[in-house]
């Protein structure tokens, strides 16, 4: 079991920046390939970054692509999401997840690929 907790979440204007943070336990974070998704009101869930267990390989979704970075720090067991230039569309409940792997390098976009998610962090950027 993985337990996922979310912060860094709030409210900012539009061009500004913020960094989320989603610190794990109860296992060997090492083992896992996180992502981070984003769901905005009325809207569905949806995948905004992947970083795979070692942080060697990292993918993220176009309308973030050059804005969000996703990194990871296993000491500290934490996954980042650096979100720069945001925008009000961007605005959303933020939620990341974890997926056990063996195999190093896989990254993971389907909701349905992860086995544990945190409770989300709220995410407004103001026009």
């Known amino acids: 079991q993985v337990q996922l907790v979310e912060s860094g979440g709030g409210l900012v204007q539009a061009g500004g920046s913020l960094r989320l943070s989603c610190a794990a336990s109860?296992?060997?974070?090492?083992?896992?390939?996180m992502g981070w998704f984003r769901q905005a009101p009325g809207k569905e869930r949806e995948f905004v970054a992947a970083?795979?267990?070692?942080?060697?390989?990292?993918y993220s979704a176009d309308s973030v692509k050059g804005r969000f970075t996703i990194s990871r720090d296993d000491v500290k067991d934490t996954v980042y999401l650096q979100m720069n230039s945001l925008k009000p569309e961007d605005t959303a409940v933020y939620y990341c997840?974890?997926?056990?792997?063996?195999?190093?390098?896989?990254?993971?976009?389907?909701?349905?690929?992860?086995?544990?998610w945190g409770q989300g962090t709220q995410v407004t950027v103001s026009s």
């Open positions: 970083i795979s267990w070692s942080g060697g390989n990292t």
């Open positions: 997840a974890a997926r056990r792997t063996v195999v190093d390098g896989l990254l993971f976009r389907a909701i349905d690929e992860y086995d544990y």
């Open positions: 109860g296992r060997t974070f090492s083992s896992y390939a």
